[in-house]
C-alpha cells in the first residue's frame, strides 16, 4: 500500500504539465531530454580521443596553421579549401583550447543539439505530438551518421545541416523569410546547402511558403560570410570562389558515395571517362527534377505535411544520388529528413533505418579502410530507398488530389 502511494506521488509528479510556450510539456518529459542530452554527450566524449586520417591529415595542420598565423589573423592568408565561416569557427576554436581535437569535435558536438532541436521542432509542427517530437530529437543524438561524423570523424556536416534543419521549419511555419536566410547561412558554410533548393523551388511553383524575392538571402548571407576574410586581407574574389576551386579539386564520379556513378564504374580510383560521364550526369540530374517539377506542378496536391516531408527527403535523395563527385558525406541531410519521414508513419520506419545503414557502411572506408559491403552493392540498396520513397510520394499525390 506504501509502495502504491509513492508510486502515485511519483506519477503526479512526472505528469505535472511544465508551461514551455505553446509546447505542452510534462514533468517525465522534460527529465527524459535532459538525461538523454546527458547520455548523448557521454557517447560522444567517449571517442573524443580518435584521430581520424581528415584530422591528422587536414585539421590539425590547419589548426597548426592557424595558430602561428594569430588566430583571427590568419583568415588573410589560405589555409584550407573550407569557406570563410568554418575558418572562422576554428580560429575560435584556437583562442578556447589548446586541444585542437576536442576543441573540433566538440563544435561539431554543439551543432549535434542544435540540429535536434531543430528536428523537435519538425516533428512537432508536423505531429502536434510532443512524445514523436521528443523522439525525433532522440533520433537525431542516437542516429550512427551523425555520431560518427562529428565526434569519432571530427568532420563538420551537421553544422549546415543544423541550418537546413531551422530551414525546413520556417518552411512548415509557412515563414519565407527566415526559411531562405538559414538556407543562405547554410550555404556560407558548406557547398552541399545547394541540395535543398530544388525542393525549395518546387514549393515556389507550388505557391507554398516561398517567394522568389528571399531567395536573394542566400548571397547575401554567402558574401556576409566571406567578409571577415576579405577584412584580415584576402582579395573577396579569392574568398568567394571557394566553391568552384571545390568543385574541381575530385574528377571521380563518385568517392565513396554509393550512388549511379558507383554502378558505371566511376568510383575512386577508377578513372574511365569521369569528365564525360559527370557532365552527362549532371545534365541527366536536371531533368529528372524537372520531370518532378513538372508533375508536381501541373497536378492539383493538397500539401500535407506528410506529402511535404516526403517530397523533401525524395528530392534531396535523387539529387545525391544522381550528380557526380559526391563524398560518402554527402548523403547527411537525406539521413536526417528520413527521421520525420520514418516517425510520422510506423511502418515508414526501416526506410529511414536502411538510408542510415547504408550511409554508415558508406563511412567504414575511409574510418576503419575495410569495404564491408562492396559500393555497387549498397549503391542498389540505395536506389531501393529512393525507389521506395518515390512510390510513397506518388501515393501521397494521389491519395492528396483535389478537384
Known sequence: MEGERRKRLLD???????????????????????????????????????????????????????????????????????????????????????NDLYGLKLLSVAFD???????????????????????????????????????????????YTSFLLLAFYFFLKNNSSYCLLFVGISFAFKLQAVF??????????????????DFLWIPVAYVVGALPAWAAGRGLKEVLWVYFDQTNTYPWGTLEYPNIYALLGEAMPDLRHAGEVAGAGTWMTVILLGCLAYYLYTKEIELTGNFLVTLALFTVALIVYSLPHMHERYGFLVDLLAIPYGLMRVRRL??????????????????????????????????????????????????????
Not at 529511414?352 to 549498397?378: D, N, Q, R, T
Open 12 to 98: 503526479r509528479i512526472m505528469f505535472r504539465e511544465i508551461p514551455m510556450g505553446r509546447v505542452g510539456f510534462r514533468a517525465v518529459d522534460a527529465a527524459f531530454i535532459l538525461c538523454l542530452l546527458a547520455l548523448a554527450f557521454l557517447i560522444r566524449w567517449q571517442l573524443m580521443p580518435i584521430e581520424s586520417a581528415d584530422y591528422f591529415g587536414f585539421l590539425e595542420g590547419w589548426m597548426e596553421q592557424i595558430r602561428s598565423g594569430g588566430g583571427f589573423s590568419s583568415l588573410g592568408h589560405e589555409i584550407s579549401n573550407y569557406s570563410t565561416p568554418y575558418m572562422v569557427l576554428m580560429c575560435l576554436v584556437s583562442y578556447l583550447t589548446d
Open 113 to 159: 543539439y542544435l540540429g535536434s532541436a531543430a528536428m523537435f521542432l519538425i516533428v512537432y509542427e508536423l505531429s502536434g505530438n510532443v512524445r514523436k517530437a521528443v523522439l525525433g530529437m532522440a533520433a537525431v543524438l542516437i542516429s550512427p551518421t551523425v555520431i560518427l561524423d562529428g565526434a569519432y570523424w571530427c568532420q563538420c556536416d551537421m553544422i
Open 196 to 213: 535543398f533548393l530544388p525542393f525549395l523551388l518546387i514549393m515556389w511553383l507550388k505557391e507554398r511558403t516561398v517567394r522568389l524575392r
Open 350 to 403: 526501416p526506410v529511414a533505418c536502411g538510408f542510415m545503414l547504408v550511409s554508415v557502411l558508406a563511412f567504414m572506408p575511409y574510418l576503419i579502410a575495410v569495404h564491408i559491403v562492396p559500393l555497387p552493392y549498397l549503391a542498389m540498396a540505395q536506389l531501393g530507398l529512393i525507389v521506395l520513397v518515390g512510390l510513397d510520394l506518388y501515393r501521397l499525390s494521389q491519395e492528396g488530389q483535389t478537384e
